[in-house]
């Protein structure tokens, strides 16, 4: 019943931008903290982007200062905007839903973002 469901992926050009969308449903995504992953081939998953109930944004050193988290909660959404992009970004990136107060966290299915000339 609850759902994360990511789009926006797809093939940009080096110096390119994206913006990726995790649609949440079943769950009320203003009571938990939202977050972006990613994971290369043959990589961990990294934390990229987090965005907590309430408080500050925070990135992963690799990415700030071109990637931005925003969420709308009215439409149940959070955002990646992710801009000069590097062939290193490429990865499959997924949404995660937490709330770590009753140790309830919820994942996507991912969405392929490849950055190649």
């Known amino acids: 019943q609850v759902q994360l469901v990511e789009s926006g992926g797809g093939l940009v050009q080096p110096g390119g931008s994206l913006r990726l969308s995790c649609a949440a449903s079943?769950?009320?995504?203003?009571?938990?903290?939202m977050a972006w992953y990613r994971q290369a081939p043959g990589k961990e998953r990294e934390l990229v982007a987090r965005?907590?109930?309430?408080?500050?944004?925070n990135y992963a050193d690799s990415v700030k200062g071109r990637f931005t988290i925003s969420r709308d909660n009215a439409k149940n959404t959070v955002y990646l905007q992710m801009n000069s992009l590097k062939p290193e970004d490429t990865a499959v990136y997924y949404c995660?839903?937490?709330?770590?107060?009753?140790?309830?966290?919820?994942w996507g299915q991912g969405t392929q973002v490849t950055v190649s000339a």
């Open positions: 995660n839903a937490d709330y770590s107060v009753i140790r309830r966290s919820y």
């Open positions: 965005i907590p109930r309430v408080g500050s944004t």
């Open positions: 079943g769950i009320r995504s203003s009571d938990y903290a």
